[in-house]
Structures are given as C-alpha cells and as structure tokens.
C-alpha cells in the first residue's frame, strides 16, 4: 500500500488511534482527524514519522458542514491524491427514549450520519476521478440488534449500515468499495466509563469471554481497505466476539 494515502476521521483516540497506526504501518500516509483531542493526535502523528511514515493533522468537527471539504482539501495538499477514508468519528448522548430530549437525539444523528455522510460525499469525486478508492465506516451492533438506552445512537449506526449498502451500488463501477465494520463492546475510554456490575453483564454475553480492542476493530478496518478486499463491497463485517451471530 505504499505511496497511498488515507483520511481516518475521530483518528486520535481509542479505535481511531489502532486504525492510523495499522495503516501508516502498512504504508499509508494518514490524515489525523481530531475534533478535541489535538494534542493526541499531533503526537500519534509525530510517532508515525517516527517510524518512516506520512501524517498531518486536522482539527475539526464532522458535525461542522464545512469539514468535508476541509479534509479531503488536505490530503490532496498534503499527500497529493486520497485512497481510503475511514469513517470512524462518532458521539454518543446516552438516555432512555422516554427522557431523551430532541437535542440529544439530533446531536448523536448529526454528527454520526449526517456528518459522516458530508465527509464522504466531499471524498467521493476524487475517488471517482482516480478510478479507486476505499469507503470504509465503524458502524456498531448496536445498529444492527439496538441497545438499551441508545435509541439516538442504535438508529445513526442502523442508518449508517443501510447507507454503506446503497452508496456500495452506485460507486462499484467507479472502482469504488463500501463497507462498514460493526464492533461489539470494545475496550475504549467509552467501555470504561461503565460502572463495574454493568461491564460484568455485558462480559457475559460475550462468548468468546473478553471484550474486543482497538486493534481487533483496526485489523478489520486495514482488510477492507486494502487491495486484499477488491472484491468486498457493501458488508458489513462484524467484530464482536459472538455477540451477534
């Protein structure tokens, strides 16, 4: 994969940090999007080059009308074409439905799918003008099978998964690949605000008896947009431990 380049949204944290690090390892040279965490993200991206590879840094928010552009501008000034882009920034407002207010249910769909999608539409003409590319979203089982109290973040992950599938149809003869990965209950800073008798139960549902990481979700993200994956478009792989079958 040398001499490509990749846009990783949300990339300086948790599984957006696994999804740089295997990338530029692969050889990607990799935009570090960040909404908040800059100094995170300046600092993975120091690393990187480091280690022999390409990083720069862009601080903004996806929920922003503007960042679409905005990043896509940058690869294409910085690394001089784009190949990949991973979708993988997202906000969670957890609430039961009953006390969820509109804000909290537009906050989650407005930066999960909308923003997602704004991205993504900016990403699309270059690709298409190259004659490749490589889509690829963190969606979430949640999504695919809901979750207790995340009404607002179950149907941004279910509209995201439907979205991959229809956007896979009208960009395949553009050489153009859509997928999504849909982690189960992954070990991040997010898992790790659960209170402990809560992380027990969700231990348990677990087959394969521990929770996922970062790097498992990044290992499924690097598959899909490498050549390896030509032929894979509009699925929706899920890294879950079992969770769902």
């Known amino acids: 994969m040398r001499g490509r380049a990749a846009i990783v949204t949300g990339g300086a944290r948790g599984i957006g ?29 120091a690393d990187i080059r480091v280690g022999g590879g390409r990083a720069a840094v862009v601080q903004a928010s996806i929920a922003d009308p503007r960042s679409g552009t905005q990043l896509v501008e940058a690869a294409l000034r910085e690394f001089g074409r784009l190949d990949v882009l ?13 006390k969820m207010t509109d804000e909290q249910f537009t906050e989650v769909i ?13 990403a699309i003409d270059p690709m298409c003008e190259a004659g490749y590319g490589r889509i690829v979203t963190v969606a ?11 009404a607002n973040y179950a149907a941004s992950k279910g509209g995201l998964i439907a979205w991959t599938k229809t956007l896979a149809l ?28 809560i992380a027990e139960q969700l231990l ?23 050549d390896a994956a030509a032929y894979v478009t509009g699925a929706c792989l899920d890294i879950n431990g079992g969770l769902r079958m």
Do not use: W
């Not at 990799?30 to 991206?45: G, H, T």
């Not at 991973?86 to 009953?98: K, L, P, S, Y």
């Not at 395949?172 to 402990?196: Q, S």
């Open 170 to 197: 009208e960009l395949a003869r553009f050489g153009i690949t859509v997928n999504c990965v849909c982690p189960g209950f992954t070990d991040t800073d997010m898992l790790r605000k659960v209170p402990e008798r």
């Open 204 to 226: 348990a549902r677990i087959p394969m008896g521990r929770f996922g990481t970062a790097d498992d979700v990044a290992g499924g993200v690097a598959y899909l947009s490498s």
């Open 17 to 45: 940090r696994s999804i740089c690090e295997q990338l530029a390892a692969a050889g990607y040279a990799v935009l570090i999007n960040c909404q908040s965490s800059l100094e995170a993200a300046e600092a993975l991206a």
């Open 110 to 122: 407005e930066t999960n799918l909308t923003g997602t999608h704004r991205v993504t539409r900016a």
């Open 140 to 150: 979430s089982f949640v999504g695919e099978i809901g979750n207790y109290g995340q």
């Open 86 to 98: 991973v979708n993988n920034a997202g906000v969670t407002q957890d609430v039961t439905m009953r």
